[in-house]
């Protein structure tokens, strides 16, 4: 009975004290276990596409990005920051970068219409004036320069009054505005400016307005037909993914999508402005 008893009660105080230490012994390593596992966590969420212009997508990883992975829910542990082919097809800034170049240009193209009565000064600045510089080879040698380089044009009302640098530069700038296509005519600068040359703006007609709009639609033309070669560029890198299975069907349809939504929405950037222009140069 004793030697019976005696083991028991032993055995009951050995997992009494085994209860009261395993507590504190276990606490411990889970807190620190905590710690380990929560610092790489959040150091992760402020670095995932800090780089990207775009909004994050949630996805599932690419067949490249599974050979790292242990399962098809476990993202790769090595080389953790390189963009895999599903991360480049989903990546719109390229495509977004062309289109923004396209509406520039447009903004620009339209920037030089005009109607009639007024003139942008840029369209008279960039005429190409040729002065003559002694010294060359055979005495007299052309040299090209921009208006705008050698001269000021200030516009005032319907005039535009073109300030020479130099005396010297009076004719050819005179020369260079009449053998202009925009219907100019260069005055004789007046002895209380002598170095201001005067250019009325022919008035504005039917004509004029006509072709300036239709010149604006040509330009619209262009722009979009820019974005569509943009679209055309994006869609060949799509479609190589495809050919060689670097990328799920289902991400495929997904990137394919967001990029005609950003062509979309190009395309109607560019309607607006050209139909805020057209509206400007009818009224003109």
Same mark, same amino acid.
């Given at each position: ?27 411990s390593p889970c807190r620190s ?92 600045? *960039? ?12 005495g007299n040698t052309k040299e ?121 929405? *190009? ?13 400007v140069l009818e009224s003109q």
């Open positions: 009975m004793s030697r019976t008893a005696i083991p028991r009660a032993a055995l009951r105080l050995g997992s009494r004290s085994s209860l009261l230490v395993s507590p504190r012994a276990i606490e276990f905590t710690l380990l596992r929560a610092s790489p966590f959040q150091c992760l969420s402020h670095s995932i596409r800090s780089f990207s212009l775009s909004s994050p997508l949630q996805k599932k990883a690419g067949k490249a990005n599974k050979a790292h992975a242990k399962t098809d829910s476990t993202p790769p542990v090595n080389n953790a920051g390189a963009a895999t082919p599903t991360d480049e097809a989903y990546d719109v800034s390229g495509l977004e970068t062309q289109i923004l170049k396209a509406i520039e240009r447009l903004t620009h193209d339209l920037s030089q219409l005009r109607g009639g009565g007024k003139m942008n000064p840029e369209i008279v600045e *960039g005429l190409n004036v040729q002065l003559g510089t002694a010294g060359g080879p055979d090209t320069v921009k208006l705008g380089d050698i001269a000021q044009v200030v516009p005032r009302g319907r005039v535009l009054n073109v300030v020479c640098g130099e005396e010297a530069h009076i004719k050819p700038i005179t020369s260079a505005i009449a053998a202009s296509p925009h219907s100019l005519t260069p005055l004789s600068p007046e002895s209380s400016n002598p170095l201001t040359i005067q250019v009325p703006l022919p008035p504005p007609t039917g004509e004029s307005r006509r072709a300036a709009v239709e010149s604006a639609g040509k330009a619209s033309e262009r722009a979009d037909k820019w974005i569509q070669n943009a679209r055309q560029e994006h869609n060949k890198k799509l479609r190589k993914y495809e050919l060689h299975r670097d990328v799920l069907p289902d991400d495929l349809q997904k990137a394919k999508k967001r990029m005609e939504e950003v062509v979309k929405k *190009g395309h109607g950037e560019v309607k607006r402005i050209a139909d805020g222009a057209k509206k």
